[in-house]
């Protein structure tokens, strides 16, 4: 297999802007193996190991350690949140915890893989006997391996069939009155869709979190924090995973932090100093000084 990947690689690497993609379902220590000698093989073997990570800080700093210290060196890391064959991540861990998975998947160091639907924080839809189209689930019924539910269309509106199709869909809709679509979200500066959008406006805009190096990875009961350096600039990244409010400190002088983005959509340019003050399920990403350190 290994030989056969690395002739599709010199194939491809006869063509300008080209990549190769795995779509490979392995733990991370045979994953990397992927990456092949001397960088030959895929440019990202798909890392799918948050789609069944136990959703708790301590579990995912730990293999954020597991996934950089596999790496061969110069492998560039790759994170998938979801796909076509798990349930939706507003269905594995709730809406309000989706929105932190959000902005781990997009201020964690790689390429992250955005899931269609996702960014609108779609759920998965209850699939009925008669509508059941996976081969899987018609193969071998009623034990729960059907994955229709998270393959549903995109949700663009509140149209009767949400501007996917002008005729009944595929697969069904569900709600009908559902506000998880991108008209809805799109004039709503809270949405999902909008917290989407900031992350991705800020990756292009800080080298820190698309090039850019971890400075620490830690967690501490329900928080998460790590921090993102390219040469000057470091960028803080604190996530709460837990119901109650926390705080994340850091060592820093006098208004040496700036919060960038609340994954509560508000909170834009709040000023902070040796802490960081995190509700329920909030995450933020925070501007350091020079002097702050973590």
């Not at 802007?17 to 093989?41: F, H, K, N, T, W």
Request: with cysteine; proline share 6%.
């Amino acid at each position: 297999m290994h030989d056969l990947i690395a002739e599709m690689r010199r194939v491809a690497d006869e063509f300008p802007d080209r990549l190769l993609i795995g779509e490979i379902y392995l733990p991370v220590e045979r994953l990397v193996a992927y990456y092949g000698r001397d960088l030959s093989g895929v440019h990202l073997p798909f890392n799918f190991s948050l789609l069944s990570a136990s959703w708790c800080a301590p579990a995912i700093a730990r293999l954020i350690g597991e996934y950089e210290a596999a790496l061969p060196v110069g492998g560039w890391p790759n994170w998938v949140l979801g796909n076509h064959d798990r349930p939706r991540i507003a269905s594995r861990v709730g809406p309000h915890q989706a929105r932190i998975a959000a902005m781990l998947l997009l201020t964690l160091r790689g390429t992250p893989t955005i899931y269609y639907g996702d960014e609108i924080a779609m759920k998965d839809v209850v699939i009925a006997p008669a509508q059941v189209r996976d081969p899987l689930e018609k193969n071998i019924p009623g034990r729960g391996l059907g994955r229709d539910g998270c393959r549903t269309p995109m949700r663009w509106d509140r149209t009767t069939h949400a501007g996917f199709s002008s005729v009944e869909p595929w697969l069904p809709l569900g709600d009908a009155l559902d506000q998880h679509n991108v008209v809805s979200q799109r004039g709503d500066s809270t949405s999902m869709f909008q917290l989407y959008r900031r992350l991705m406006d800020l990756r292009r805009k800080r080298p820190a979190l698309s090039l850019g190096s971890y400075g620490s990875v830690r967690a501490d009961g329900n928080l998460l924090v790590f921090t993102r350096e390219y040469e000057r600039e470091r960028l803080l990244v604190a996530l709460n995973f837990g119901g109650e409010p926390t705080v994340a400190s850091f060592l820093s002088r006098e208004g040496a932090g700036r919060l960038l983005v609340s994954s509560g959509g508000d909170r834009a340019r709040e000023a902070v100093c040796g802490s960081v003050k995190l509700r329920a399920n909030e995450g933020a990403v925070v501007e350091l000084s020079d002097e702050g350190i973590i």
